[in-house]
């Protein structure tokens, strides 16, 4: 029985070992190495600015932290967030540094993994590293290529026409003939509406009319993250071995994960098979992944790389479409003149009912600054984070040269870059115009380098569809009372929902 005892004391010491280089000393030394060199920052062991951090999210302001930060330190410094400790940088030189020059130095953080990787998995774009991420990009690359894009033209403009029916006979079914008063959160609205157009486009039209499978993507994307964010934030999902404990949030995600598997390999066997057929007028992303799959291993994507790729889609580009489509809004409705100039050009362009098509949309040029300009003010995706994998050097905007050391995180800040007023004026301004010139390294909403946003161009093309069409209908008017706070998690949604009347013009 002596030898179990020794074995039992060997594992305690090994345990504790972990959780003190995870973390005391691995945090450490990199605040050290950081400070050695000149970084600006500051260092609080074992709950870092956690805290500080949660204390202005609950106070409803959780940019002011980060304002504070760049405000007292600048373009550059170092904190930690709990026990992992990171560089933070938003000077555009770094910034091109991480994702550009050296990527090959930096892969996703460990904080992605655990927060997407938990669903996701770790075999498709948004989360795979080195080989297995430029196999999958280049195979998957030519999905997104303009031809293939135009023929969802057609799916996107028949979902949003569904919506806005729904409302218009809202608000003119009514007994009395007065006019009804449609009062909708448009972040939920538009959270459903990019849901259904991502899922039609990635699966097809069977998906869409099956409600018990629509609430089962819906409820893995949506509640599920909730989960996984909330874990991240209480710092339960982020210390190793209690982010194994079974605790009721762990059993509601893995049961979540369960069902999306299920449901979504029994969708792509149907389509496998010739069961189903796509819902857009030339293939849908599921066509376009199927024919990159197969059993040669350079040039297919595996079952398992299939299956994930496309919940993938599902999961990358819905929420952060919704957020730009709701936050354009709100800033539409605080800038009538914005928003005048932009209905003239729309009625200019589109005829009532008319059907949408790639010509009619090239002629929207006010209406591509006006999603540019949110996307700047309101970044869908307020920051990146990064782990260094090898030694490297980086030289920022100053000429100041920082040797990154292997292990440390980075923390690329979108909001600050596009709110910095080296780079913009009146940064909190929101002014389509200023995009008549060009802002290369300043103005990163859809990142860049070789892990830049493969699904820009169905988003922007997706969000002027819906704009267009939803801006040629309707006016808004904001409920007084709420509060308009982002949140600062993956996306930056609004925390409170965004309350608004419907009315039509
Ligand atoms: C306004 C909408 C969108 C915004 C602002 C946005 C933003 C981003 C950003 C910032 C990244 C880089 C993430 C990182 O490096 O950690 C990214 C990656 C990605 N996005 Fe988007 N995205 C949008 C819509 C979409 C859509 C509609 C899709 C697919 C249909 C999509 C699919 C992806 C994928 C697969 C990646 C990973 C690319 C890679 O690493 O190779 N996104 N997106």
Redesign the pocket.
Known sequence: MMWFCYVKIVALLYLIYRLLKFWIFKPWRIHKDLSAQGIPGQYTPIIGEAFVIRRAILADDPMSYNIEMTKKFGSYYHVSFGPIARLVISDPSLIRGV?KTNAYAYH?SIL?ELILGILLGSK?????EDNI?AQ??RL?APT?QHQNLNSMISLMFEITSNLLNKWSMIINNNKNNEVYQLIVDIHKEMTSL?LDI?TG??FGSEVMKDQHVREIISRAVTKTFADVEERTFNLIGIIPIVNRLPLSSKRRIDKSKKDVRQAVEHIIEERKKGFTKTACKGPD?LDLLLSAHGNDKTSKLSDEELFE?AL???V???E??A??MTWTLYNLVNNPDICHRLEAEIDSVLNDNEEITASTLSLLAYTELVLKES?RLH???PS???TTIEDNTLIASDGKHIHIKKGTDIL?N?FSLHHSEKYWDEPFKFDPSRFDERHVDTY????TG???????N???L??KIMLAMIIKRFRFEIIPGQKHVPEITI?MRPKYGMWMKVLPR
């Open positions: 994702l996703k992605m498709n774009l948004l989360m795979a991420h999958h990009r998957i997104f990019t991502v486009c990635v992303l790729e993938t889609f599902v990358a580009g819905h952060t479409t957020t730009l996307l970044q869908p995706a990146l984070v990064r690329i979108l990163l909403p859809f990142s070789p892990r830049s946003c493969i699904g820009q169905f988003a922007m997706e969000a996306t």
